[in-house]
């Protein structure tokens, strides 16, 4: 099933009109100067390597996840519904 299905894909793309692009730049640009491209080697060498200090990123992420777990645990412990909503006339309550 999969084969025949993807056989009828492969059919209708291949009867897919494609636009024509041969004539859609216009007149000023065809003779543009663009910008030269570069190699990147020699731009990647300019780059300062990044160093990361591991023990300052593994306090960091600690210190992160507490905050987390900790705000996890505030979230768990509050009520959805406050009281005000809770007795209000047509309200049904937990």
Avoid: H, K, Y
Avoid at 30 to 46: D, G, K, Q, V, Y
Avoid at 73 to 78: D, G, I, K, T, V
């Amino acid at each position: 099933m999969r084969a025949a299905t993807l056989a009828l894909f492969l059919a209708l793309a291949a009867c897919t009109q494609f636009p024509e692009l041969d004539s859609t730049v216009v007149p000023n640009l065809e003779n543009a100067e663009f910008p030269e491209l570069l190699p990147l080697e020699p731009l990647m060498a300019r780059t300062s390597p990044v160093v990361a200090d591991a023990d300052r990123t593994t306090q960091a992420l600690d210190a992160r996840v507490a905050a987390l777990r900790a705000r996890a645990a505030a979230l768990q412990r509050r009520d959805i519904v406050d009281q005000d909503t809770e007795t209000r006339p047509g309200t049904t309550g937990n």
